[in-house]
Nanobody
Framework: QVQLVESGGGLVQAGGSLRLSCVAS????????MGWFRQAPGKEREFVAT????????SYADSVKGRFTISRDNAENTVYLQMNSLKPEDTAVYYC?????????????????WGQGTQVTVSS
């Protein structure tokens, strides 16, 4: 079972930026899609972004499109989420997840391994 460890969360003012990282254990990182999800207090977990195994294709939730960028470094077993122009409504615990295949979509069921999460708080 792969282990995923997120980092990079914190407190930032609205309009600021953060870069989240997620390091995966194991040798098969490059064979799978990766995704980022988030969960705000009192709300269900929601899709944020996904990237295919080679990094050749990405997809984003409408709420973050144009502000967030997902990327990966297969040599370092790491996936990133660059978050710019942050808004208070981006406040949530952010989770990275491994897809069940080389490509994955918006649904949690398409991911089989999850990190412990990192808190992002955006103040107004």
């Amino acid at each position: 079972q792969v282990q995923l460890v997120e980092s990079g969360g914190g407190l930032v003012q609205a309009g600021g930026s953060l870069r989240l990282s997620c390091v995966a254990s194991g040798r098969t990182f490059s064979k799978y899609a990766m995704g980022w999800f988030r969960q705000a207090p009192g709300k269900e977990r929601e899709f944020v972004a996904t990237i295919t195994w080679t990094g050749g294709a990405t997809s984003y939730a409408d709420s973050v499109k144009g502000r967030f960028t997902i990327s990966r470094d297969n040599a370092e077993n790491t996936v990133y989420l660059q978050m710019n122009s942050l808004k208070p409504e981006d406040t949530a615990v952010y989770y990275c997840a491994r897809g069940v295949s080389y490509s994955a979509g918006y649904y949690s069921a398409q991911y089989d391994s999850w990190g412990q999460g990192t808190q992002v708080t955006v103040s107004s």
